[in-house]
Nanobody
Framework: QRELVERGGGLVQPGESLKLSCAASGIVFTFYNMAWYRQAPGKERELVASITEDYRIFYADSVKGRFTISRDNNKNILYLQMDSLRPTDTALYYC???????????????WGRGTQVTVSS
């Protein structure tokens, strides 16, 4: 079964930290470009951070300097370390994996079901 399972969400106060994880199964994890997306109530899903199979990293401006994305290809796990959390970071966080073919076209895509992060005092 091919799936991505997120863990680590919760309720924290502003300024605190959380670390999300996404465990992959049933896929060749090393072939996948991985990413974290989030969706707040009433808003569109947005890209938070991504890490390619060759470790190129992208961060949205809103999280740059506060969030760190990483991957462990031995354990097939994607991480998102979130520091200095703000109420505006409150959202459902999704793990995403994309495998590209040799021509750079999308060959496969997987989504997790999400983990809720709530930042509130």
């Amino acid at each position: 079964q091919r799936e991505l399972v997120e863990r680590g969400g919760g309720l924290v106060q502003p300024g605190e930290s959380l670390k999300l994880s996404c465990a992959a199964s049933g896929i060749v994890f090393t072939f996948y470009n991985m990413a974290w997306y989030r969706q707040a109530p009433g808003k569109e899903r947005e890209l938070v951070a991504s890490i390619t199979e060759d470790y190129r990293i992208f961060y949205a401006d809103s999280v740059k300097g506060r969030f760190t994305i990483s991957r462990d290809n031995n354990k097939n796990i994607l991480y998102l370390q979130m520091d200095s959390l703000r109420p505006t970071d409150t959202a459902l966080y999704y793990c995403n994996g994309k495998r590209m073919d040799s021509r750079g076209r999308l060959a496969a895509e997987r989504w997790g079901r999400g983990t809720q992060v709530t930042v509130s005092s």
